[in-house]
């Protein structure tokens, strides 16, 4: 595939955890950052969580504390576990790769967006 695959959304009680997985359409080595969006009805895309190749990662302040992004090398994934979640989380989910850093702040790659994968946290 060229482009990311993401998985592992569904529907979770208010307060419930998931994880979701970002397949990378070529080794994570080779890719400079990786980020999470994610999008409401009617909303722009907003970030969510970064990892870049090296260096600490970054969240969005609405997340942090919540959210923790992580990869898995050997499977070419990387993860967004949120626990604690809220109804205010529905939202789609989408993986980025290939983004840039401009001052500290994720630029996502216009050509690395996934298909997205719906979250739902009901209350």
């Known amino acids: 595939h060229v482009q990311p695959v993401e998985s592992g959304g569904g529907l979770v009680e208010a307060g419930g955890s998931l994880r979701l997985s970002c397949e990378a359409s070529r080794i994570l080595a080779s890719i400079n950052a990786m980020g999470w969006f994610r999008q409401f009805p009617g909303k722009q895309r907003e970030f969510v969580a970064s990892?870049?190749?090296?260096?600490?990662?970054t969240y969005a302040d609405s997340v942090k504390g919540r959210f923790t992004i992580s990869r898995d090398k050997d499977k070419n994934l990387v993860y967004l576990q949120m626990n604690g979640l809220k109804p205010e989380d529905t939202a789609i989910y989408y993986c980025n790769e290939g983004g840039t850093y401009v001052s500290g702040r994720y630029l996502p790659n216009l050509r690395g967006w996934g298909q997205g994968t719906q979250v739902t946290v009901s209350s």
């Open positions: 990892m870049p190749r090296r260096g600490a990662s």
